[in-house]
C-alpha cells in the first residue's frame, strides 16, 4: 500500500530555473494539500485542493501554482525559483477535509542556489 | 490569527519513563486537533485526532486529552521506548476547512 507517493526526493535548483514536484495517492482521496516545512516556522499550506477540479490558495502561496491532474495526482509548480523557495515541500492528502486524518508523503528536500 | 505552541522544543528522556507532550493555541473555536509524528527525513503520520466535542483519544500508549476552554492539548506516553523518538508535532483546525495550523514540534529522544 503506497499511500501518498512523491517524487523527486531531493533537487537542487538554480535561482531562475522552473521544476514541478509530483504527488500521487492511492486511497482515493478527494481533498489534497501541499504545504512547506522550514525551521521556526513549521508546516505551512502553500496550496490546496477539495476536489478533482477545484484548487484554492492556502496560506503561502506566492510563486508557485499547482494543477490538479486527476483524482489522484497533484503536481506543485515553481516557474521561477528563487533562493526564500528552499524548504522541504510534503504533499498531503485527506478523504474529504483537513479536519479529517491526514495523511502525508515523505517529502521534497529542495535546495535553491 | 490562531497560533499553536508547542512546549518544550525538545526533551529527552530515559526509557520507560511516562511522559507529556504539551500544545497551546490561543483561539479556542476549534473543530479539532491532530497530533503526529514526524521521523527524521519522513512525512507525518497522524496518530491521534480529537474532536472538539471529545475530550481524550487513545491508541495503545498513547492519549491525548483536550480542554478547549484553557486553550491546550497534552499527548501522554505510557512506558517509552527508544523506538518513540521522533518530533511531534499538534494541529489545529479552526473551521471544519481546509487549513489547519501546526505547531512548532516537540523532538523527543528516549534513551536505552
Known amino acids: 500500500n503506497a499511500g501518498v507517493t512523491q517524487t523527486p526526493k531531493f533537487q537542487v535548483l538554480k535561482t531562475g530555473q522552473s521544476m514541478t514536484l509530483q504527488c500521487a495517492q492511492d486511497?482515493?482521496?478527494?481533498?489534497m494539500y501541499w504545504y512547506r516545512q522550514d525551521p521556526g516556522m513549521g508546516l505551512r499550506l502553500i496550496y490546496y485542493s477539495a476536489s478533482e477540479g477545484t484548487t484554492d490558495k492556502g496560506e503561502v502561496p506566492n510563486g508557485y501554482n499547482v494543477s490538479r491532474l486527476n483524482k489522484r495526482e497533484f503536481s506543485l509548480r515553481l516557474e521561477s525559483a528563487a533562493p526564500s523557495q528552499t524548504s522541504v515541500y510534503f504533499c498531503a492528502s485527506s478523504l474529504d477535509r483537513a479536519y479529517e486524518k491526514l495523511f502525508f508523503g515523505s517529502g521534497t528536500q529542495l535546495s535553491v542556489l | 490569527k490562531q497560533e499553536v505552541t508547542q512546549i518544550p522544543a525538545a526533551l529527552s528522556v530515559p526509557e520507560g519513563e511516562n511522559l507529556v507532550l504539551n500544545c497551546s493555541f490561543t483561539?479556542?473555536?476549534?473543530?479539532?486537533l491532530q497530533w503526529f509524528r514526524q521521523d527524521p527525513g519522513k512525512g507525518l503520520t497522524s496518530l491521534l485526532l480529537?474532536?472538539?466535542?471529545?475530550r481524550e483519544q487513545t491508541s495503545g500508549r498513547l492519549n491525548a486529552s483536550l480542554d478547549k476552554s484553557s486553550g491546550r492539548s497534552t499527548l501522554y506516553i505510557a512506558a517509552s521506548q527508544p523506538g518513540d523518538s521522533a518530533t511531534y508535532l499538534c494541529?489545529?483546525?479552526?473551521?471544519?476547512?481546509?487549513?489547519?495550523?501546526f505547531g512548532g514540534g516537540t523532538r523527543l529522544m528516549v534513551k536505552p
Open positions: 494541529a489545529v483546525n479552526n473551521n471544519a476547512g481546509n487549513m489547519l495550523t
Open positions: 483561539d479556542s473555536a476549534i473543530y479539532n
Open positions: 480529537i474532536q472538539s466535542s471529545q
Open positions: 486511497m482515493n482521496h478527494n481533498s
